[in-house]
């Protein structure tokens, strides 16, 4: 399969067909219809990845009536714009006149003589009136043109001032759902925080208005205006904070408010917002990107690739033994990638499914995709993984060092194992934490294998005894089950490959030489998986072409 094939096969499942995907999916259009604001928390690899982008139109899509807000515009196309941004003013009044530049004299005013002739030795001619600056501080805030309530408001035909009235204004039929990418407002380079001097939007006052977490600035130093002081998030939070006042205001009920999707990284937003927010403020509902996928949502990712596989259709093709195989490499695949679904396709076509090529190719997969490292990844002191990763696991989740799998916490596999293994000693763990992943997904796969295996083998065996059947189970069988004491036919199909191994060697039971070969075959396989061990090419191919014959024989 070539390089431009595996990425058309990778692209054949969309994000939002895995059923992992469509559970949050669920979640987030049921909190939005009950009334609720979500705020969806994803990983910093997810947007660079464009899955954040999928997950967030997915959700606001699913809502009849949705106000997209689109991205600021970026810096250069800004400054393109005639008069664009917040300085345009300031520059074009510092051009009016020396009066501007020279707002720290006083005034000179001509006034009728009132009486009273006083000399304070002051000379005044040959000078102009002086007219002093009008104080920035005191004056009404100008709105940023690209900022998160100008683009708002452009979208629902109302000045910025007006967004958030006209959300919640009496006589609107259905109320829409609000829509914001958090990383776009961001990475935009915009004001989307308020400025120092005032507020936006009819609400602009009082404790409200105030966003969550803000710092006022000391005495005398003057709290700088524009976009640059504002801190990551502000403007989110702060029309969290404008339109639950807005909503409180108005009186309306759960079923007839506007509520905000926003989609967002950790860094996108104050710190402390996502808890604020979880524990009451605004009647928002938090969404973490926390134990979303799974084994299956992985196994779906990469089957598509593994459909492009090499063709096996020449006549000694043997369908079964290509189902175990594939099954086996599949699990592997899974068990070692987790939910990181681009990892795995990558390892997917790189890897053959051969046990002595699996470390080459995973390092060879980690060395193309950005991946955390051993530096983003806190010792972890417990197993299992709550609803939402703890504040001491947060950063390490954004990204992606740590990852909640099938309800355990989990470090990435680029944590521990480097993109360039060595051969050298000091990689016996890198290694030894490999083959417990490998024989973990051999385990998963073989196990149901071996054990039907057993009992097909164990039915064929009643017709082969060369000793009474009562005498061989209690002779063989290390634990005879008692409640089938009375029906030894019934207790010798409980016997283990190991007992009905013994029995064989012992002549005892004289199985056929294609049983015999199969009972040892899965003795072998299932003392190596119980050990924790790997069931390498050799052995595997084997077993899985005796399974295979065995299914073929009449019981």
Same mark, same amino acid.
């Given at each position: 399969? !070539?390089?431009?094939?595996?990425?058309?096969?990778?692209?054949?499942?969309?994000?939002?067909?895995?059923?992992? @995907?469509?559970?949050?999916?669920?979640?987030?259009?049921?909190?939005?219809?009950?009334?609720?604001?979500?705020?969806?928390?994803?990983?910093?690899?997810?947007?660079?990845?464009?899955?954040?982008?999928?997950?967030?139109?997915?959700?606001?899509?699913?809502?009849?009536?949705?106000?997209?807000?689109?991205?600021?515009?970026?810096?250069?196309?800004?400054?393109?714009?005639?008069?664009?941004?917040? =300085?345009?003013?300031?520059?074009?009044?510092?051009?009016?006149?020396?009066?501007?530049?020279?707002?720290?004299?006083?005034?000179?005013?001509? @006034?009728?003589?009132?009486?009273?002739?006083?000399?304070?030795?002051?000379?005044?001619?040959?000078?102009?009136?002086?007219?002093?600056?009008?104080?920035?501080?005191?004056?009404?805030?100008?709105?940023?043109?690209?900022?998160?309530?100008?683009?708002?408001?452009? $979208?629902?035909?109302?000045?910025?001032?007006?967004?958030?009235?006209?959300?919640?204004?009496?006589?609107?039929?259905?109320?829409?759902?609000?829509?914001?990418?958090?990383?776009?407002?961001?990475?935009?380079?915009?004001?989307?925080?308020?400025?120092?001097?005032?507020?936006?939007?009819?609400?602009? !006052?009082?404790?409200?208005?105030?966003?969550?977490?803000?710092?006022?600035?000391?005495?005398?130093?003057?709290?700088?205006?524009?976009?640059?002081?504002? #801190?990551?998030?502000?403007?989110?939070?702060?029309?969290?904070?404008?339109?639950?006042?807005?909503?409180?205001?108005?009186?309306?009920?759960?079923?007839?408010?506007?509520?905000?999707?926003?989609?967002?990284?950790?860094?996108?937003?104050?710190?402390?917002?996502?808890?604020?927010?979880?524990?009451?403020?605004?009647?928002?509902?938090?969404?973490?990107?926390?134990?979303?996928?799974?084994?299956?949502?992985?196994?779906?990712?990469?089957?598509?690739?593994?459909?492009?596989? #090499?063709? !096996?259709?020449?006549?000694?093709?043997?369908?079964?033994?290509?189902?175990?195989?594939? +099954?086996?490499?599949? =699990?592997?695949?899974?068990?070692?990638?987790?939910?990181?679904?681009?990892?795995?396709?990558?390892?997917?076509?790189?890897?053959?499914?051969?046990?002595?090529?699996?470390?080459?190719?995973?390092?060879?997969?980690? +060395?193309?995709?950005?991946?955390?490292?051993?530096?983003?990844?806190?010792?972890?002191?417990?197993?299992?993984?709550?609803?939402?990763?703890?504040? $001491?696991?947060?950063?390490?989740?954004?990204?992606?060092?740590?990852?909640?799998?099938?309800?355990?916490?989990?470090?990435?596999?680029? @944590?521990?194992?480097?993109?360039?293994?060595?051969?050298?000693?000091?990689?016996?763990?890198?290694?030894?934490?490999?083959?417990?992943?490998?024989?973990?997904?051999?385990? &998963?796969?073989?196990?149901?294998?071996?054990?039907?295996?057993?009992?097909?083998?164990?039915?064929? +065996?009643?017709?082969?005894?060369? &000793?009474?059947?009562?005498?061989?189970?209690?002779?063989?069988?290390?634990?005879?089950?008692?409640?089938?004491?009375?029906?030894?036919?019934?207790?010798?199909?409980?016997?283990?490959?190991?007992?009905?191994?013994? +029995?064989?060697?012992?002549?005892?039971?004289?199985?056929?030489?294609?049983?015999?070969?199969?009972?040892?075959?899965?003795?072998?396989?299932?003392?190596?998986?119980?050990?924790?061990?790997?069931?390498?090419?050799?052995?595997?191919? $084997?077993?899985?072409? =005796?399974?295979?014959?065995?299914?073929?024989?009449?019981?």
């Amino acid at each position: 399969m !070539t390089q431009a094939e595996g990425r058309t096969a990778a692209r054949a499942v969309s994000a939002n067909d895995l059923p992992g @995907v469509r559970g949050q999916l669920r979640g987030v259009a049921a909190d939005l219809a009950a009334g609720l604001n979500c705020l969806w928390l994803v990983t910093d690899a997810m947007v660079e990845s464009g899955l954040a982008d999928d997950l967030y139109r997915g959700a606001l899509f699913g809502s009849p009536v949705r106000v997209d807000v689109p991205a600021p515009a970026s810096a250069r196309a800004r400054e393109a714009e005639p008069g664009a941004g917040p =300085e345009s003013l300031a520059e074009d009044r510092a051009g009016e006149g020396d009066w501007w530049a020279d707002s720290d004299e006083l005034p000179y005013l001509d @006034v009728p003589d009132d009486g009273f002739d006083l000399d304070l030795g002051w000379s005044l001619e040959g000078r102009r009136p002086r007219v002093p600056a009008p104080r920035q501080e005191r004056s009404a805030p100008r709105h940023d043109p690209h900022g998160l309530l100008a683009r708002l408001g452009k $979208e629902l035909s109302v000045g910025p001032e007006e967004a958030v009235a006209a959300l919640v204004a009496p006589g609107r039929d259905r109320r829409p759902v609000v829509g914001i990418r958090a990383w776009a407002e961001n990475d935009g380079g915009t004001g989307t925080g308020a400025r120092a001097g005032g507020g936006h939007g009819t609400s602009g !006052t009082g404790a409200d208005a105030r966003p969550l977490g803000t710092r006022t600035s000391p005495p005398g130093t003057g709290a700088r205006t524009g976009t640059d002081s504002a #801190p990551p998030g502000t403007g989110v939070e702060r029309l969290f904070r404008l339109l639950a006042a807005a909503v409180r205001a108005a009186g309306l009920p759960p079923g007839e408010r506007p509520r905000l999707l926003v989609v967002a990284r950790l860094r996108d937003l104050p710190e402390s917002l996502p808890d604020e927010l979880r524990n009451g403020v605004g009647d928002t509902a938090v969404h973490w990107w926390w134990g979303a996928l799974g084994r299956l949502d992985t196994a779906t990712a990469i089957a598509p690739i593994l459909d492009h596989g #090499p063709d !096996t259709s020449g006549r000694d093709r043997d369908p079964l033994r290509e189902r175990i195989r594939r +099954a086996v490499r599949t =699990e592997t695949v899974v068990e070692i990638c987790g939910p990181d679904l681009d990892l795995a396709r990558l390892l997917a076509r790189e890897w053959d499914g051969s046990q002595h090529t699996l470390g080459a190719a995973l390092g060879s997969s980690l +060395a193309r995709t950005p991946v955390p490292g051993p530096a983003d990844c806190p010792p972890l002191r417990r197993i299992g993984a709550l609803l939402r990763p703890g504040a $001491e696991l947060r950063q390490a989740w954004a990204s992606g060092a740590v990852v909640s799998w099938e309800g355990r916490l989990r470090a990435h596999v680029a @944590v521990w194992h480097p993109a360039a293994p060595t051969a050298g000693p000091g990689d016996a763990d890198v290694w030894a934490r490999l083959d417990a992943l490998v024989s973990q997904a051999q385990q &998963r796969v073989l196990s149901p294998w071996i054990e039907e295996a057993r009992q097909r083998l164990a039915v064929r +065996a009643l017709g082969h005894l060369n &000793r009474p059947v009562a005498a061989l189970v209690a002779d063989y069988a290390d634990r005879p089950p008692a409640h089938l004491a009375a029906v030894p036919e019934r207790a010798f199909l409980e016997l283990q490959v190991g007992e009905l191994l013994r +029995a064989h060697v012992s002549g005892a039971l004289a199985l056929p030489p294609g049983d015999a070969r199969l009972l040892r075959l899965l003795v072998t396989a299932r003392n190596v998986l119980a050990h924790r061990s790997v069931l390498y090419d050799r052995t595997l191919d $084997e077993l899985c072409a =005796e399974l295979s014959q065995a299914d073929l024989r009449a019981p």
